[in-house]
């Protein structure tokens, strides 16, 4: 199982928010690109950006420091890409700039066709994220819960031709405290799409929980606050997911 790395980018620099609140953030790096490169010399195989700027304004606003990310890291690190992506060309643009996957959230939830077109045009780049509280779909930055069933839009996009399902559960995302490792197990056996957890990954523990239930298809989990508030050793963790 990957541990991955988040580099969240507000207005150019590193940060981390609690629950997806933009007025509540901690910045880590003013040099996410350096940030990238650390992760990597640590051992992460795969990295997990967010333009959170993006997410809330609909449109690529840290283009740049991606591209400086991606000119920090090793070509066959891949690079998973969130955040304001809503149409085709920033996705084939993304994909230019050397992104390995471009990840649809709020885009897919309300406009299925779009993921659908997406999902056609770029086989095998096009992830979902999908972020859920109490098994409800929320969207726009986690503002707004849906009343979307996060299993039935899972299964709906498994069929469009995603490439793997980014489940936050975002009443933990940022508040180190445990990854739902009960509702990302579910999600992942009723897919057979890999599934990457996301939210609320604390300390080895959480590592050792989701490893033992990675043979029911999580495939990856993300690792944020902790692994910049020192709670996780990422390497210990990604060595620990190795051995297990």
């Not at 993006?54 to 690529?60: E, N």
């Not at 993921?115 to 994220?129: K, Q, R, T, Y």
């Amino acid at each position: 199982m990957l541990i991955i790395p988040a580099i969240d980018l507000k207005d150019g620099r590193c940060v981390r928010l609690r629950q997806g609140d933009m007025a509540n953030e901690t910045v880590f790096s003013e040099q996410p690109s350096a940030m990238a490169s650390k992760w990597t010399q640590l051992g992460a195989r795969r990295l997990h950006v967010v333009d959170l700027n993006g997410a809330v304004a609909g449109k690529p606003r840290n283009e740049e420091a991606v591209k400086a990310i991606v000119a920090a890291v090793n070509p066959d690190i891949p690079i998973q890409l969130g955040g304001g992506i809503r149409d085709l060309d920033t996705i084939e643009r993304y994909l230019d700039d050397g992104v390995s996957y471009v990840i649809i959230g709020t885009a897919a939830v309300k406009n299925p066709g779009f993921l659908h077109e997406a999902c056609d045009a770029f086989p095998g780049h096009i992830m979902v994220g999908l972020d859920a509280k109490d098994g409800k779909v929320a969207t726009d930055g986690w503002s707004k819960l849906t009343g979307h069933d996060v299993l039935d839009l899972a299964k709906r996009f498994q069929d469009y031709g995603v490439e793997a399902v980014i489940y936050t559960d975002i009443g933990r995302d940022g508040m180190l405290g445990g990854v739902n490792v009960a509702a990302t197990v579910k999600l992942a056996q009723a897919l057979s799409v890999p599934v990457i957890a996301s939210g609320g990954l604390t300390n080895l523990d959480d590592v050792k929980q989701l490893c033992a239930v990675e043979s029911e298809g999580i495939t990856g989990a993300i690792a944020g606050r902790s692994i910049y508030e020192g709670t996780l050793d990422f390497a210990a963790a990604q060595k620990l997911a190795d051995g297990s």
